[in-house]
């Protein structure tokens, strides 16, 4: 794995109903991405995935009389259903610059379920992180109601 980044850290440890397969495709299907990957706030998603070490994807949401906001970077590990590892630059309003922040998404399967381990490295302070951790979460609501709708 990469080297961990020196700030803090956001660590989220999900179960979703559903095998690895299908949770996996559903972080990195475009089709799927753009289905919950902005969570409850996401309007008329788009997703672009080239899923493979050195490719890219973004991820872009029209916000109700606001600019469209996206989040995009690089897969720089890929181990299909078992993990992803990207950078993570925001084309948003973060309140804060952070080039360098990362995401360590692992996934577990467990039969009829998926053990999911996301790690969100490079956000600049812990205020930040708790807001990440709310944003984060919510979008992890939507994606567990995806897949119980399409069960």
Do not use: C, N
Not at 3 to 25: G, K, S
């Amino acid at each position: 794995m990469t080297e961990p980044l020196a700030t803090p850290v956001l660590r989220i440890e999900r179960t979703f109903d559903a095998p690895v397969e299908r949770v996996f495709r559903a972080w990195s299907d475009p089709g799927e991405l753009s289905r919950w990957a902005w969570g409850s706030i996401g309007h008329d998603v788009t997703a672009d995935v080239d899923l493979r070490v050195g490719g890219g994807y973004r991820i872009a949401s029209a916000q109700t009389g606001q600019a469209t906001v996206a989040f995009e970077g690089i897969y720089e590990q890929v181990m299909t259903d078992r993990w992803l590892v990207y950078s993570l630059h925001w084309d948003a309003p973060m309140g804060y610059d952070a080039p360098d922040e990362r995401v360590t998404v692992e996934f577990v399967g467990r039969g009829e379920r998926t053990d999911v381990t996301f790690v969100h490295e490079g956000v600049p302070h812990e205020i930040a992180r708790d807001e990440h951790e709310k944003g984060w979460g919510d979008t992890f609501d939507t994606l567990a109601q995806l897949l119980q709708d399409d069960g």
